[in-house]
């Protein structure tokens, strides 16, 4: 290689280096304004020399003259000459300076009028001379090799290779880094790092294939445990030949034939069983290697989290001090692995978030004063794997989300009706922030207002199959948290039929898989549910959801209980057939391209394509299913007490009244109730029959004697369906009886409007 084509590409080295180093001195240089900053400023400071010395030699003039006055700004700061909130802004313009310089190498060997200016400025507030802007051409050694950057920018794990720092002799075949030892400044230098950067086109294709040829092993198994088969029958066939032999008088030449016969089929049975296990010990070890290749080319295509973290406390810094916010981000465990195609996605969720965080969430410096809270607000990110997902947490301990307040701007913005909004539940009132249009905001201005920020989150989450949960408490603060698969190249699935097809479901959406029985069902929200772990759960039919078939045609067919986020549902499918690593490759065809409910598909080992779901569409519909709009239901927001002795029920019956956009209060029996009445008014009474200590007769009777309580309208839920049982009711005083098993919405919204 020429002098000339060797200058080229170490100028392009230097290029790629420099991008991640000033990322790491931006990062440090946001940690001057912490208490413990004699760390950062070390770690700033040996990048900025060794950058320095890198440009120098490579004839970057300007670079180096600006890294050499950022030096000195940071010394000035370390001798309380410069305040940390003044070197902290002049030493972020530099880095921007520098990343415009590298745009274009004639600038940074020259400088701009831009950079000059700001050189002249590092150098006037540290109060030192501003050096020539002359390339250094000293014929002197190499210098040791920096150390890497940091792994997070390259686009797989681990660190990237130390880069040279100068150009070699135009005789040597490569430039080779000097033996480990100390640095100039008396430190251990970092070892060597033994990783690449790859095409990520590459690594696709090699997860591709990988995925190929893991289905195209499992066909080889299924292939020799045929043969294994045929084989048996080959060996059935050789011993009732035998006992044939055995079984008949034979002359002595037919005698002699039918010995050595018998010989060499013991020879051919022996041979052909040792072949049979070699070969399906073959395919077994080839099976596992493929395996573990498909594992090494996944986990090639994870960058650590600090590829997606590492702009986001500058960010954060200069959106507080626009608002006046003083803010500290804190980051953990930014060394789990994502994929690198999610990438994208999972930064602009995070930054949504992160703007939202520091606009909505943290209060202005005097109101957190008032509140007994430190000035600085607090943002924390943290992540963690969970087998197969990723968990990602924001938290701020801000002002917290009020539900009520989020209720009244819904129906402000015509998003929801005021009853629609009284029917909510406080999660689902919270939920309302990822609405497309909602905003807490009056005013537009740049970082929110047009209530398009959270419903972004939730839609690329979602196309990533993840989910998003929210946790907020009011004065206290907000936690948002993001629920990824660590990898879209190779996912983990149960595997289910419908009819003669099959479909996966993501292992990580599924909780659990259980046959109900006729009698387990019940009626809430005027939709069929079970009870699952102490909870209603919408029972659905997979098969008429996805519009296949008629649904199961037996009575305890299996189910698949998903979870997305904090929603369930019961889907119900023909059969389970297994639960397996798959490759995803994505819809191919115009009649599974854009179709609802359809994330991808895999190939499998018998021929047959399975359709993976994308359960947060099958989770919308579900949710659309479960709760109709009851448009008879009354317009006045009712406070119900509900008496009843099953905690089952009580969860059963309160989510019904408040579908229909009432209040409840619970009891747990006849005693408990009479409590509650006699200490809060209440517009309706809801109870039931075969309680402890009072039943609902008497506690009925006892209401309806009471003048000042008289007027109370009473309905009785029981499971008692008999007339004699009416009756009693309605000798009791009770104004409606309803069947526990007949309970639906539209019943009970009826009786309601009749009474109150």
């Known amino acids: 290689m020429d002098t000339e084509s060797l200058k080229k590409s170490l100028l392009s080295k230097f290029v790629e280096v420099t991008g991640d180093r000033l990322q790491t001195i931006q990062l440090g240089a946001i940690d001057l304004e912490k208490a413990d900053a004699e760390q950062a400023a070390e770690n700033v400071a040996r990048e900025l020399h060794t950058m320095k010395g890198e440009a120098r030699m490579l004839g970057l003039a300007a670079v180096g003259q600006l890294a050499h006055a950022c030096e000195d700004l940071l010394k000035a700061n370390r001798d309380q000459k410069v305040d940390a909130r003044t070197a902290t802004d002049l030493l972020l313009r530099a880095c921007d300076a520098i990343s415009d310089l590298l745009e ?38 190499p210098p040791s090799a920096p150390a890497g950057p940091p792994a997070s920018s390259a686009p797989v794990p681990g660190p990237r290779p130390t880069q040279p720092s100068a150009p070699p002799a135009p005789s040597a075949p490569e430039a080779r880094p000097s033996a480990p030892g100390l640095d100039e400044h008396g430190e251990r230098k970092a070892p060597l790092d033994r990783s690449i950067r790859v095409n990520v086109e590459i690594l696709d294709a090699l997860g591709m294939l990988a995925g190929d040829l893991l289905v195209e092993s499992a066909r080889n198994r299924l292939r020799a445990d045929e043969l294994t088969e045929l084989l048996a029958r080959f060996a059935r066939v050789g011993d009732a030949l035998l006992r044939f032999h055995q079984s008949h008088q034979h002359d002595k030449v037919s005698h002699d034939a039918l010995e050595r016969m018998e010989r060499d089929l013991h020879l051919l049975r022996d041979d052909t069983f040792r072949f049979v296990r070699h070969h399906v010990d073959g395919v077994n070890t080839l099976h596992g290697n493929l395996s573990q290749l498909a594992d090494n080319v996944a986990e090639a295509r994870l960058v650590p989290l600090a590829t997606v973290f590492e702009a986001f406390p ?20 930014t060394q789990v692995g994502v994929d690198r195609s999610m990438v994208g996605d999972v930064r602009d969720a995070l930054v949504h978030l992160l703007r939202n965080a520091v606009d909505h969430g943290l209060e202005a410096v005097d109101y957190r004063q008032t509140l007994g809270k430190s000035d600085v607000g607090k943002i924390q990110i943290r992540a963690r794997a969970d087998g197969d997902m990723l968990h990602i947490e924001v938290e701020d301990d801000g002002r917290g989300m009020d539900p009520e307040h989020l209720r009244r701007v819904a129906v402000a913005k015509k998003l ?19 609405r497309a249009g909602f905003s807490t905001r009056d005013e537009v201005s740049e970082l929110s207002g047009r209530g398009v920020g959270m419903d972004v989150v939730k839609r690329k989450v979602e196309a990533l199959s993840g989910s998003v949960s929210v946790q907020s408490k009011v004065g206290r603060g907000t936690t948002i948290a993001l629920r990824l698969p660590q990898s879209l190249a190779l996912m983990r699935v149960l595997l289910v039929r419908l009819g003669d097809d099959v479909y996966g479901v993501p292992a990580a959406e599924v909780e659990a898989v259980a046959r109900f029985k006729p009698e387990d069902r019940m009626e809430v929200f005027g939709t069929v549910a079970v009870m699952h772990r102490g909870r209603p759960t919408s029972l659905v039919a997979l098969g008429p959801l996805l519009a296949l078939n008629g649904g199961p045609r037996f009575d305890r067919p299996p189910a698949v209980v998903v979870r997305h986020g904090e929603e369930r549902a019961a889907l119900v499918v023909d059969g389970l057939i297994d639960e397996r690593e798959v490759a995803v490759k994505p819809c191919g065809g115009e009649f599974l391209k854009g179709a609802p409910f359809i994330a991808g598909t895999a190939a499998l080992e018998d021929g047959r394509i399975a359709v993976l779901l994308h359960v947060p569409d099958i989770m919308a519909e579900v949710r659309r299913m479960a709760r109709p709009v009851v448009e008879q239901a009354s317009a006045k927001r009712l406070r119900v007490l509900l008496v009843d002795d099953s905690p089952i029920a009580r969860a059963t019956e309160s989510a019904l009244v408040k579908a229909l956009g009432h209040s409840v209060e619970e009891a747990q029996d006849g005693e408990d109730g009479w409590t509650r009445i006699q200490a809060s008014p209440f517009d309706l009474v809801l109870t039931d029959v075969q309680m402890p200590r009072l039943d609902g007769f008497a506690f009925t009777r006892r209401l309806k004697t009471n003048p000042e309580l008289a007027r109370i309208p009473v309905i009785i839920l029981s499971s008692l369906a008999s007339p004699e049982d009416r009756r009693r009711g309605l000798d009791a005083g009770a104004d409606g009886y309803l069947i526990k098993g007949e309970l639906g919405v539209e019943s009970l919204a009826l009786a309601i409007d009749r009474l109150v």
């Not at 006037?124 to 014929?139: A, C, D, I, N, Y």
């Not at 500058?314 to 465990?333: C, H």
């Open 104 to 141: 274009e190498l004639d600038s940074a060997k020259e400088g701009s009028d831009h950079s000059n200016a700001l050189a002249a400025k590092l150098a006037e507030t540290s109060g030192q001379s501003l050096p020539p802007l002359q390339p250094t051409r000293k014929k002197a050694p």
């Open 314 to 333: 500058r960010a954060v810094r200069e959106i507080g001090i626009s608002q006046g916010k003083q803010v500290d981000l804190v980051i953990e465990k």
């Open 416 to 434: 929801l009706t005021p009853h629609q909004a009284n029917a909510l539940t406080e999660r689902e009132a919270i939920e309302l922030i990822f």
